[in-house]
């Protein structure tokens, strides 16, 4: 059973979003808030995952929310009516799993939950583009083969079977994963270990979600 938190300041959204999710049988709601500090008071405990309105009537700031919320031990799954790169990629730097537009149905965004519960990422497909070609502050360009070697690397595969993933061969491979840490190295963000090269999937949002 996967426990689910709602943050959103739509009160007809949340309801008819919370009412919903209680007829998934593996997903369980234990509280629902217009605000992060409302959750956090009234939450009867932690819930697995928090899905979060991006932008609340409080006026407070989304990517202090996502932080508030993943420093309080929490995975945190984003939905908005906003599709813009800009804030997805914001948000998965400051530690959020997932990022979804609200056009998508009900079911995705339970599916999303459940990825997201298990610690794998869950992001609106229309993002993929933008996210991958961002080249904002500390987001080093990478081509599409340094991309896909660093993601199938940095989920836990061994060299070889990223190669063999990728269709190379595992020096070639291991040119790919020197070239991304030599990227982010220049764009000020060091990366020396695999867990580095995760922390760099997750913060820059590098594993989409499917349609």
Same mark, same amino acid.
């Given at each position: ?25 593996? %997903? ?20 697995? #995952?928090? #899905? ?33 790169? !800009? +804030? ?13 537009? /609200? *056009?998508?149905? %009900? ?15 869950? +992001? ?22 340094? !991309? ?8 836990? %595969? ?19 994963? *020197?070239?991304?840490?030599? /990227?982010?190295?220049?764009?000020? !963000?060091?990366?020396?270990? /695999? ?5 760099? #999937? ?5 594993? !989409?979600?499917?349609?």
């Amino acid at each position: 059973m996967i426990t689910v938190s709602v943050v959103d300041d739509d009160r007809m959204l949340l309801d008819g979003m919370t009412a919903w999710l209680c007829d998934a049988p593996d %997903l369980r709601i234990v509280a629902s808030a217009t605000t992060v500090t409302e959750l956090l008071a009234i939450e009867p405990e932690p819930a697995q #995952v928090v #899905v979060l309105d991006l932008l609340l009537a409080d006026g407070s700031d989304p990517v202090a929310n996502v932080r508030r919320l993943c420093d309080d031990g929490r995975r945190v799954l984003v939905v908005s009516v906003i599709p813009q790169a !800009r +804030h997805g990629i914001d948000i998965a730097r400051a530690g959020a799993l997932g990022y979804l537009t /609200k *056009d998508h149905r %009900l079911p995705v965004l339970a599916d999303a939950i459940r990825e997201v519960a298990t610690g794998r990422h869950a +992001h609106s497909p229309e993002l993929a583009f933008a996210w991958s070609t961002d080249d904002g502050p500390g987001s080093p360009r990478l081509s599409g083969q340094e !991309r896909a070697v660093l993601v199938a690397y940095a989920s836990g %595969l061994t060299l070889a079977a990223t190669a063999r993933k990728a269709g190379v061969s595992p020096a070639t491979a291991r040119q790919y994963l *020197d070239r991304v840490k030599a /990227k982010y190295g220049d764009a000020g !963000r060091p990366t020396y270990t /695999k867990l580095d090269l995760a922390d760099r #999937v997750r913060e820059d949002g590098l594993v !989409r979600y499917p349609a």
